[in-house]
Structure formats: C-alpha cells, structure tokens
C-alpha cells in the first residue's frame, strides 16, 4: 500500500507563488507515475500535472509556463511551483497515483492542500 501527504498550501496574492509537496511513503518502489489534481469549487477533480518515474513531464494547457512538477525519488516527494498564480488557480490540490496489482490498477489519493488565490 501508499499513502501520500500533501502539504504547502496556503493563501498568496495574486502574480504570487507557492511550492506544493506530495510526500509518498509505504510501497514507495511500486510507483511510476504521481499526478497533481486539484478541485475549484463547484467543480470536479481535474488533471494538473503528472511526472513518472523516468522524469517525463505533462501539464495540461491552463497551466503551462507558471507550474513545474518535479520528482525527487530520494525523498520519494513530488513537488509543484506554482509561479504567476491568479484567483482562477484556487482549489484544494490533490496528489494521486496508481499501483498495477495482480487484480488491477490500485488508486490513492493525498487529503489535499487548500490553495487561495486573492485578487
């Protein structure tokens, strides 16, 4: 099994930046990709940024050039800076990853990190 623990949320001004951390722990060797989602209110969970395990990179097209996911598999600890923010980035951010197991795709999900973006 995994759990992953986000931190690094906070409330920031908008053009302002903050760091986001996913700390993985248990079954660490299992993962190959960890991916950043995030929930606005009123709306559904949705793809932010991915990085796997040989270092390839996605961002989906509202964030391209103001996030950078990073991996630091030392530390088994994923990150996402988060630069240029503006209120439209407000939203609880969730890590989550898969796991292949002999009976299927295992998903876990990080409690979230809440993020305010003040105009």
């Known amino acids: 099994q995994v759990q992953l623990v986000e931190s690094g949320g906070g409330l920031v001004q908008a053009g302002g930046s903050l760091r986001l951390s996913c700390a993985a722990s248990?079954?660490?060797?299992?993962?190959?990709?960890i991916g950043w989602y995030r929930r606005a209110p009123g709306k559904q969970r949705e793809l932010v940024a991915e990085v796997s395990s040989g270092g390839s990179t996605s961002y989906v097209d509202f964030v391209k050039g103001r996030f950078t996911i990073s991996r630091d598999s030392a530390k088994n600890t994923v990150y996402l800076q988060m630069n240029s923010l503006n209120p439209e980035d407000t939203a609880v951010y969730y890590c989550h990853t898969e796991i292949l197991t002999m009976w299927g795709l295992k998903d876990y999900w990080g409690q979230g990190t809440q993020v305010t973006v003040s105009s």
């Open positions: 248990g079954s660490t060797f299992s993962i190959n990709v």
